[in-house]
Every structure is written in C-alpha cells, then in structure tokens.
C-alpha cells in the first residue's frame, strides 16, 4: 500500500507541480510561494512566512496538507507558551492513580525484600515507570515529530510567542528531534513539512531566521487577486470580481488605519454574492462596507469619496 508521504513525494516533483496542486485545492501560490515549498521539501527546511494578516499564510499551511494528503498539526503561538503546552507533559491523573494502585499494593510489592536498599531498588523501578510513554501526553510538537508517514507542522504565529519559546524551538527546527530527559531523544521518522507564520509583531531571531527558508506574501496585484477570488468564490460573476478587486485595491491607496486583507475580499465577495449583486452600487457598498473596514474611523474617511470609487470600480 502506498503511504501518504510517498504519495507526497511523488506530488512535489517541481515548481509547477506545486502552484497546479494548490490551485486544486483553492490555494492560487505564486512560483515564488511554490519554490519556497519545493526547496523546503527536498532540503529538509521549515519556511518563516511573513505578511499583513489576512494575505494567506495560514491557509497555505492548510491547503498544502490537504494537497498533499498529509495531516496538518497546529500549534497556536501565545504569550507565555511554554513546554508542557508545545511538546509534552505527564499525565497527571492517571500516575495519581497509579501512585494509589502501589500504595494499596505496597506489601505485595515489598514482599521478599530484606532490607532498606533493597526495597528503595525495588520502588526505584516503579517511580521509571511513571515517566514512561504510558503515561506521556504529547502536544503538537511531539505529535508532528512522531508521525510515521509525515506530517505538516503549523507553527501559527510565532511572533506572539516569547523569545524564551523562539530559542526551544531551535532543536526541532534544526534536527527535527526532541530531548526528553525521563525518555531521551525522539527523533522523527519523516521530518514534518513545517510552516511558520508571523504578522511581524516583533522581530524574530537570527537564529531562527538562519534555520529557515524566508517567504512573505504581500498583498496581491489586482490580476492574481481576481483569479484567488474566482477560486475562493464559486459561481461569482466575472464583472462583478473585476470591479469589487478594483475597489478594494482603491480602498488600499487610501490612508487607513487597517487596509483590507485578501481574506476580506473573498469575504466581501461572498456577501455580495449573497446578496444576490452582479455589479457594484453605492448603497450596497455602503450597506456592506463593514466587512472590508474594522475601524469606524476608515468608514468615515472613505463615506464620502464612496460615490467616485463605485464609478472607478464599474468602469473595469
């Protein structure tokens, strides 16, 4: 039976593979996005893929798992995320129970033994077994690393993490392996295809930019966000994605506190298909601007220039 990694790599054989196997799944990737996921693959790197949220980092992640028939295993990134929340911890309640199992057992456990060493060498083997794998709960990491066929690792905003986080990682990311000290060293089988993302709240480290391909994603040129649009959207007329992109990139060039994200577009492009629109008018718009705008001050520096942007956009 052919497994899921091997039908992976059977899928990345080029850059044009990539971009015609995400476009399959409703990812349209740039060559650029493609080449970084091809080099990644064959040299065994995770890719840091930087933007404005909203540009399709995440979704990256996710299209590609489902390309490539693998599972996708996230970690959300947080302030203070430690270890026992990233890699592993003990179960707790179950060596509770244990504990209480061997206390009721004591006298069997002691029985035969003729002194004091003797029953700490007995018990010594007892305390092993509560730090073996029967009583290990393994977090995200631990789970991409110990798939037998391969995973991918959704590292979902990093730059949220603290730099304490940042510097444990650098092992998994480097050797693809974990020390654990009551276990040892857990290496994985199939290195994971790793993707982490950041909004650039905070500047991440050289060293974990040196164990990393680069990838960021920009906001799109009208053409390729029209053909995201089309994909993410089916059933959108033609005339409509033309002038709703064009008003968005309109939107863009404005001075706004929060410029709107391609998933914003897709999600303006299925209200208004909602709303059963073929083109664009100024009520509608102004009617459904609230999902493309999150601040109340935008709506109030673009209410006015609305009426001009509508008939820009219509003339596409």
Not at 83 to 89: F, G, M, P, V
Not at 136 to 162: C, T
Request: hydrophobic share 45%.
């Amino acid at each position: 039976m052919t497994s899921p990694i091997d039908t992976a790599a059977q899928k990345i054989t080029s850059v044009d593979a990539i971009v015609e196997g995400l476009d399959g799944v409703g990812y349209i990737a740039s060559h650029r996005i493609a080449t970084s996921i091809f080099v990644a693959q064959n040299l065994t790197k995770p890719i840091l893929v930087e933007g404005s949220a909203g540009v399709g980092k995440t979704e990256l992640a996710l299209s590609t798992a489902n390309w490539l028939g693998l599972p996708l295993i996230r970690m959300q990134c947080y302030e203070g995320l430690d270890e026992s929340k990233a890699l592993y911890e003990w179960k707790y309640g179950k060596q509770l129970l244990y504990t209480q199992i061997l206390k009721d057992k004591m006298g069997d456990v002691l029985t035969g033994t003729s002194g004091l060493d003797e029953a700490m060498d007995k018990l010594h083997g007892f305390s092993d077994l509560f730090f073996s794998e029967q009583f290990l709960e393994p977090r995200p990491l631990l789970k991409a690393l110990r798939q037998k066929h391969g995973a991918v690792l959704l590292i979902d905003e990093i730059d949220k993490s603290d730099e304490e986080f940042e510097a444990f990682l650098l092992e998994i990311l480097s050797a693809y392996q974990v020390s654990i000290p009551e276990i040892g060293t857990i290496s994985a089988t199939v290195p994971p295809l790793v993707f982490l993302t950041s909004n650039n709240m905070r500047e991440m480290g050289d060293a974990l930019k040196r164990r990393c391909l680069h990838l960021f994603i920009p906001l799109p040129e009208e053409k390729l966000e029209r053909r995201i649009v089309a994909a993410r959207v089916p059933g959108i007329a033609d005339r409509l994605t033309r002038q709703l992109v064009a008003f968005v990139h309109m939107l863009r060039e404005q001075d706004l506190k929060k410029l709107p994200s391609i998933s914003e577009t897709i999600d303006w492009a299925r209200v208004l298909v909602l709303m059963n629109a073929d083109t664009l008018d100024v009520a509608l718009v102004r009617d459904t601007l609230n999902v493309l705008l999150k601040h109340e001050q935008d709506f109030t520096a673009v209410d006015k220039s609305i009426p001009e942007l509508v008939n820009k956009a219509k003339r596409y």
